[in-house]
């Protein structure tokens, strides 16, 4: 299974070879976006995009503010409903965002870029710039080239595609390397990539891990600003 092809309604239904425990679903908000909501990074009407199951929705809700959370899979929205009626989910194309025009202060894409083509990044990104204000912050966390081969990652982004493709229309403020959080421990994760892959997971082992057991996964964390 190529996991460029993975398709992300079956698998929040739990019809892959990963089963029902997917490596971004730790039950809570990234200790990242925790981290930013503490420095006051978010404000006004915020857009979730690719919010899967709807934690660091639920979290940035209980923070006071207003929260959209959109995703692609319809599974991944129905699941997100049932754990939060804080906030309004709905199933939309991050690459379209229509009827979302000119409507958001503050975006997260907590693991979403990552998943698209390069077509569809740049679309991605112009469809950003339609539903947001001028002024709008995003906060955007991608897999880094510094993640293994073995980790079953769709695509991994260069700092060089990030800031041609998010530096069109905004202005990049912040963007270095730090860690995402998963659900798995490498034991875990080795087993998974096993069944995804069905191949031996040869250095996943040089990742590391929280206090949790968790491992940690390189990523980019971007902060930008709409021109």
């Keep these: 299974m190529d996991v460029q092809d993975v398709d992300f309604e079956e698998l929040y239904r739990g019809g892959t070879p990963m ?12 200790p990242a976006v925790v981290a930013l909501a503490d420095a006051g990074e978010f404000t006004g009407e915020v857009l979730d995009i690719g919010c899967g199951l709807g934690d660091n929705s639920a979290f940035l809700a209980s923070r006071g503010l207003p929260v959209t959370g959109l995703d692609g899979a319809p599974s991944a929205i129905e699941q997100a409903r049932a754990r939060t009626g804080d906030v309004t989910f709905a199933v939309a194309d991050a690459t ?8 958001f202060d503050t975006v997260l894409d907590s693991a979403l870029y990552h998943c698209l083509s390069e077509d569809e990044r740049r679309r991605y990104l112009a469809a950003l710039t339609r539903a947001t204000r001028p002024g ?43 860690v995402y959080t998963t659900s798995m421990t490498p034991d875990e994760l080795a087993a998974s990539v096993r069944a995804i892959l069905a191949e031996d997971p040869a ?3 040089a990742l ?16 930008a600003t709409r021109r």
């Design 19 to 30: 089963g029902r425990k997917m490596p971004w679903d730790i039950g809570a908000p990234q």
């Design 96 to 103: 379209k965002l229509e009827g979302y025009e000119g409507r």
């Design 136 to 178: 709008a912050r995003l906060h955007l966390f991608a897999f880094s080239p510094e993640v293994p081969d073995a980790f079953p990652a769709p695509y991994l982004i260069s700092e060089a595609n990030l800031r041609e493709t998010v530096g069109k229309d905004w202005t990049i403020e912040h963007l270095d390397p730090t």
């Design 203 to 205: 250095g996943l082992g």
């Design 208 to 223: 590391d891990t929280d206090a949790d057991g968790r491992v940690l996964v390189p990523v980019w964390q971007l902060k």
